[in-house]
T-cell receptor, first 117, second 112 residues
Framework: DAGVIQSPRHEVTEMGQEVTLRCKPI?????LFWYRQTMMRGLELLIY??????IDDSGMPEDRFSAKMPNASFSTLKIQPSEPRDSAVYFC????WGRGTGNYGYTFGSGTRLTVV | QKEVEQDPGPLSVPEGAIVSLNCTYS??????FMWYRQYSRKGPELLMY????GNKEDGRFTAQVDKSSKYISLFIRDSQPSDSATYLC????????????FGKGTRLHILP
């Protein structure tokens, strides 16, 4: 199992540009989460999907952020236009809440380190 | 008051020592408690989870939950340099269909 795959690993962009982060969850997982991590705020949940449907996007900071999950094996997080305060590590995680499996955790990808200059 | 509080550290201890990491929380509805370990430039990985109050042991790691005090702990025995990482506590109310709330993490350094 290759785990949760995120791309790119690093992204440096200029303020005002569009940024697209990509995620491939673990096959068979029915939940997908997007988190942002900074030193000041820690891990913040931005949005999560269940069976490709957005369930809770209350953590999306503003309209500049959007996320999609067109199918079970792919999700994107887009920032347009980007700003320096968006600089952070963005993590995608997936999960399968199987009854009786005792699985209550997420599997995280390695993250995308975004720098907006 | 934040939902989950965790001392950011850093915490430096000599190899072989017992490490105690802690979190407090404010929401009494939390029932599932987890500890994640995060190495530098990696994503967090699930280390242990417990349901409700009590202890759970896995090798050198012991997770403890005291719901009456809203306090959870992770103990690491015979600490190793490879245990050097950031440890994040996490919790959720229902497990399924509920988001996990993370602490900010405690940076731990095990000195050889």
């Amino acid at each position: 199992d290759a785990g949760v795959i995120q791309s790119p690993r690093h992204e440096v962009t200029e303020m005002g540009q569009e940024v697209t982060l990509r995620c491939k969850p673990i096959s068979g997982h029915d939940y997908l989460f997007w988190y942002r991590q900074t030193m000041m705020r820690g891990l913040e949940l931005l949005i999560y999907f269940n069976n490709n449907v957005p369930i809770d996007d209350s953590g999306m900071p503003e309209d500049r952020f959007s996320a999609k999950m067109p199918n079970a094996s792919f999700s994107t997080l887009k920032i347009q236009p980007s700003e320096p305060r968006d600089s952070a590590v963005y993590f995608c995680a997936s999960s399968f809440w199987g009854r009786g499996t005792g699985n209550y955790g997420y599997t995280f990808g390695s993250g995308t380190r975004l720098t907006v200059v | 008051q934040k939902e989950v509080e965790q001392d950011p550290g850093p915490l430096s201890v000599p190899e072989g020592a017992i490490v105690s990491l802690n979190c407090t929380y404010s929401n009494s509805a939390f029932q599932y408690f987890m500890w994640y370990r995060q190495y530098s430039r990696k994503g967090p990985e699930l280390l242990m989870y417990t349901y409700s109050s009590g202890n759970k042991e896995d090798g050198r790691f012991t997770a403890q939950v005291d719901k009456s005090s809203k306090y959870i702990s992770l103990f690491i025995r015979d600490s190793q340099p490879s245990d050097s990482a950031t440890y994040l506590c996490a919790m959720t109310r229902r497990g399924r269909d509920d988001k996990i709330i993370f602490g900010k993490g405690t940076r731990l350094h095990i000195l050889p």
